[in-house]
């Protein structure tokens, strides 16, 4: 089983690396999917990338990764509800599909949470 889990703790915290490094290289481009009632636009974009990028340091290194990745979960379901919602409803199909990728790997998250210790 610790093979499962170690290799799940990869499997989780590189891609969430790169996205995190997505939010750099293509900030402005993206922030566009940044509601326009939340200002801050592409602040919100950076914000989240360094958030990405430190949750997944965290888990990588297994220092507060417990935490790490309970915030990871809350980040991704934020997205879910704040920038693929409406498109999903929409029929938008990219966004749907954004939708159930961020909601399966905020489960990941909280499984691999499962596994920390406090």
Do not use: C, E, N
């Not at 290799?7 to 402005?28: D, N, Q, R, T, V």
């Not at 200002?39 to 290194?61: K, N, Q, R």
Request: aromatic share 8%.
């Amino acid at each position: 089983m610790d093979a499962f889990i170690k290799s799940g703790k990869y499997l989780l915290a590189i891609p969430m690396a790169i996205f995190g490094l997505f939010h750099f290289i293509s900030g402005p481009a993206m922030a566009g999917m940044v509601p326009p009632a939340i200002p801050g636009g592409v602040l919100w974009v950076y914000l989240t990338g360094i958030a990405l990028v430190a949750a997944s340091m965290a888990i990588l290194l297994d220092k507060m990764a417990k935490l790490a990745s309970v915030l990871l979960a809350v980040l991704l379901l934020v997205f879910v509800l704040v920038v693929h919602l409406k498109g999903a409803m929409a029929g938008d199909q990219a966004a749907t599909a954004s939708l159930l990728k961020d909601i399966a790997i905020a489960g990941g998250a909280l499984v691999f949470a499962g596994t920390r210790k406090s």
